[in-house]
């Protein structure tokens, strides 16, 4: 009698339903932690974007030797002025910015401004900006009288 060679090579069936569900039971697991990261990257980069045109107006009025300010309005929605001619005007060069959707400036207000002087002061300010699609997710704007700026994790 000739006996039959059975090959072993490749996967039983029950081998690749075992690693079909474990690998959807870690997606399962997986999936809240990174919308929940994917979350607070939107919130870090409104942060970082807010805090990129602040340091602009800063900047801005050392070069041009005139004051600078950033409007905040809105909630949402920040813009670099400049003041000629006795009258705050729009900065010619950058338009207005956006936090991203979902991201709110809780605090010092609705409406404010931060202004930037030509010696790199600046008016002392508190920025304190929210995820509200995640509980506790905030970070803050810390704008010092002599212009340094810098951003910190909670509010």
């Known amino acids: 009698m000739l006996k039959t060679r059975r ?8 081998e690749l339903l075992i690693v079909i569900a474990l690998m959807g039971i870690l ?10 990261q994917l979350s607070h990257v939107r919130l870090s980069r409104s942060v970082r974007d807010a805090a990129i045109e602040l340091n ?7 070069a ?3 004051p600078m300010k950033v409007d905040f309005s809105g909630g949402n929605t920040f813009n670099l002025a400049m003041y000629t001619g006795g009258a705050w005007a729009d900065h010619p060069t950058r338009g207005a910015g956006t936090l991203e959707a979902g991201i709110s400036i809780t605090s010092p207000g609705a409406a404010f401004s931060v202004q930037f002087y030509p010696n790199g002061s600046a008016t002392s300010t508190t920025i304190c900006i929210n995820n509200p699609q995640i509980s506790g997710d905030r970070m803050r704007i810390v704008i010092t009288g002599l212009g340094m700026i810098t951003v910190v994790n909670g509010c």
């Open 64 to 66: 041009q030797n005139m």
């Open 7 to 14: 090959s072993t090579k490749g996967f039983s069936l029950v």
């Open 56 to 62: 602009a107006a800063r900047m801005k009025a050392i």
């Open 27 to 36: 997606v399962a697991i997986g999936t809240p932690y990174i919308v929940s």
